[in-house]
């Protein structure tokens, strides 16, 4: 196996050899309606938020590679264990490695951020980490059976051959699952709204006629997309900043809950001249961390349970995390898809700055709440 990705040198046989660039989908607005998309119709399926992970397996041999064709092998040592056991003698799936673990009201959630936690270079904090939140996998198309490609098949062949592999499984046999799918707008709906109370990213629609396109925007997800107005609490500078040319890398951004400013997640993606642009328009905000609201987490040097901002976790070791804080006096207002607890789950988008609002008036309780959802009745459907 190369280091940086999974190559034909890896020791599996099989019809489909690594590396796979996995097939990718482009965002659309609302359930769309098949006829416009596939004379055969679309397939929809849950949009799972996890690793994305094709799976060969030759015999004993497994091997496990992300989306960019990188090993993920090691860090899933009760994956590998359970597709031994679970899935065909031969066969090249693609899937979604996710943790799920119970809420407080006992219903099953996927968590990505205990997700993350498990790439970690040492082998003894994996193991214990496979032990404390074990990961499951959830196949959703099938690349190889036995002897056979299935790579240029139509989608409707290839997911009525994996039904067929995979039809033993259920949500409380196993580690690995068989996602649920409907050629029904209105069913795909349905799940859009409910699933996301389990975790789940949205819907993705497969044209039923369309072969497996390694790394074409070949499918269709549609993804849940929210605004809410935040505060601005610092910044980090991107990694090509230099004090001659200093650049922004991400806002800090807080909500307020019972008179304290919390972390609630990171805005970014801005163009270069928009870097340099913010820089300058910020330092009349910059404060010394003691006159922060968060300048009593500075003494935070290790992982901490709060995920304040400056600290480590134990995904991120070795990154500098330090930021620079401004007085909390602008608010932004950004989209964000979605919430794992008190943070938006993944990186929020500048929308623009709100300046008719008080930072005092940002708080949770304009974040739309999903309803509650059993991750339990989404495998077993």
Known sequence: ???????????????????????????????????????????????WDGFRCIVFRDGDEVELASRNTKPLTRYFPELVEAMRAELPERCVLDGEIFVALDSADGRGRLQFEVLQERIHPAASRINLLAEQTPADFVAFDLLALGDESYLERPFAERRAALEEALGHLSADSGRCH????????????????????????GVVAKPLSAPYAPNARTMLKIKHERTADVVLAG?????????????????????????????????ASFTAARRAELW??????????????????????????????????????????????????????????????????????????????????CGYEQLEQPVRYDLADVLGG
């Open 1 to 47: 196996m190369s280091v940086g990705s999974l190559t034909s040198l890896t020791i599996v046989d099989l019809p489909v050899l690594p590396p796979v660039l996995p097939m990718l989908a482009k965002a659309v607005s609302g359930v769309p309606d098949p006829a416009k998309y596939d004379e055969q119709g679309l397939s929809f399926e849950p949009k």
């Open 178 to 201: 068989l996602t649920r799918t409907s050629t029904d707008p209105a069913v795909a709906e349905e799940w859009f709204h409910q699933f996301e109370g389990a975790g789940l990213d």
């Open 235 to 267: 910044y980090r500078e991107h990694k090509t900043s230099t004090p001659e040319n200093p650049l922004i890398g991400s806002l800090l951004l807080g909500l307020y809950q019972d008179g304290e400013l919390q972390h609630i997640g990171v805005s």
């Open 280 to 361: 300058h328009e910020l330092q009349p905000l910059v404060v010394p961390i003691e006159e922060h609201p968060w300048g009593r987490w500075q003494e935070f040097l290790v992982a901490n349970p709060g995920r304040q901002p400056g600290t480590q976790s134990r995904w991120s070791q070795g990154k500098d995390l330090s930021f620079t804080p401004l007085r909390p006096e602008r608010v932004i207002e950004v989209k964000y898809d979605a919430m794992e607890g008190r943070r938006f789950r993944h990186t929020a988008h500048f929308k623009r700055w709100r300046e008719d609002r008080d930072p005092e008036s």
